[in-house]
């Protein structure tokens, strides 16, 4: 198939379903592929992790939305994510992510396990409590991390059911190609996270707490300070890819793990095997599947001559998946060496809460293995329609009614269990 042909299937509904077949016809032309005129897709993992380190390429600035995106700053969700790290270039981006860093601490991060754990807990108690089928994506996989970035952003518990809709019909424009209508969805709850937020902000201003929201708020480096447009985008981008992100990985993992019963086995009896378990769930199927980068100069790569202010669309996903990197990588094998999925980006725009995202998986999958011994898909999973955030709508699971107890077991001598 014609690299133009496979990146169109890969747009469509079809494609975006299942990508991973057309990924395979995209690298058969080569890790690196000319798909129109100043246009370049990327599914080898080496180049892949090269180029979104190469300071040659950056990302979408406002110059090349004007170009590109006429019209963008009467967006509310286009101006709200151009305002942020995520779309941002040196030194603003520089600027942005130190001052983000200094709050986003890894002391504050590994602060978060117990709460984690503890909202798990609370949340496989009402699956237990409830009639079969469980949709696990409602009960589980959207409230765990909404719970837990609400609670580091400082948000009341009350407000976190407002966010799901919020966030969901925002993640929208972070698609490659986005309708007239899924704008107006995404304008949507661009504007009510941002009322929110400019609340929560004035709020932290007049008493400030020991939280994300009010280290951002008083965040300073050497006398630079988050603007309040930049303030309020990033308090956005941070809820938004702090749980979807999160969710996606919840759910595509419990797939995977139900898919392959004696890996399942293995981390139930062995929780500490939950890291290498979780990067390879990231790897075997990545929340993130792509993101984009713009050319500043020439350069090559897979043995392909990339012009100044070439779109580079890097796929995550097939870069994951690339077998010179990762031999038979259809394969689900959290035994594998030295797993290091693109899932999170990696340079400059590696992600934030890239730690918090694994601290909850590590956490949730060998509980819910653990407590739900029954555990399994009772119905059709519901993907979502979307490219860049690939998730489950629906995830209808049975749990059984027989819970194990809710302390952490210690880990079994001898029970490391065979690759699946």
């Not at 938004?240 to 995977?256: D, K, P, W, Y």
Request: aromatic share 6%.
């Amino acid at each position: 198939m014609d690299p133009t042909d496979a990146l169109a299937l890969l747009m469509s509904p079809e494609g975006r379903l299942d990508p991973y077949p057309t990924y395979e016809r995209l690298r058969a032309h080569g890790p690196v592929v000319q798909a129109g005129p100043v246009f370049y897709v990327v599914t080898g993992y080496a180049e892949a992790d090269a180029i979104l380190r190469d300071a040659r390429f950056g990302v979408m600035d406002d110059a090349l939305r004007d170009q590109f995106m006429p019209g963008w700053r009467e967006s509310p969700a286009v101006l709200s994510i151009s305002r942020s790290m995520l779309r941002t270039n040196p030194p603003d981006h520089s600027r942005m992510r130190r001052l983000a860093a200094g709050a986003f601490t890894p002391r504050r991060i590994a602060a978060m396990r117990d709460v984690v754990r503890a909202q798990a807990d609370e949340l496989v108690d009402a699956m237990l409590a409830a009639d079969e089928p469980v949709d696990f994506m409602a009960a589980f996989a959207y409230p765990l991390p909404v719970g837990v970035i609400c609670a580091l952003l400082g948000v009341p518990a009350a407000d976190r059911p407002l966010f799901r809709r919020w966030a969901t019909d925002l993640t929208g424009v972070l698609e490659p190609e986005i309708t007239a209508d899924e704008l107006a969805v995404a304008d949507r709850g661009a504007t009510e996270l941002r009322g929110y937020f400019t609340e929560l902000v004035a709020a932290r201003r007049r008493a400030p707490a020991d939280d994300l929201t009010t280290a951002l708020v008083q965040a300073h480096d050497g006398g630079d300070r988050l603007s309040g447009d930049e303030l309020l985008a990033n308090l956005i981008v941070l809820l938004v890819a702090g749980f979807e992100t999160t969710t996606n990985l919840l759910g595509n993992g419990l797939v995977a793990l139900l898919e392959h019963p004696r890996a399942a086995a293995a981390l139930r009896e062995r929780p500490d095997l939950a890291p290498a378990y979780v990067d390879e769930l990231l790897r075997y199927d990545s929340p993130v599947q792509l993101t984009s980068r713009m050319s500043t100069a020439p350069s090559r790569y897979g043995d392909v001559d990339l012009p100044p202010e070439s779109w580079v669309i890097v796929l995550l996903g097939a870069a994951n998946r690339d077998p010179r990197r990762y031999p038979d990588p259809a394969r689900f094998d959290p035994w594998r060496a030295q797993i290091a999925p693109l899932s999170f980006g990696a340079g400059p725009h590696y992600c934030l809460g890239a730690a918090l995202a694994r601290l909850e998986a590590q956490v949730a999958f060998p509980l819910l293995l653990r407590r739900l011994p029954g555990l399994a898909v009772a119905g059709r999973p519901e993907r979502r329609v979307r490219l860049t955030l690939r998730g489950h709508a629906t995830l209808p699971v049975s749990v059984g009614r027989k819970a194990a107890p809710v302390t952490v077991p210690g880990t079994p001598p001898g029970a490391a269990g065979p690759t699946p």
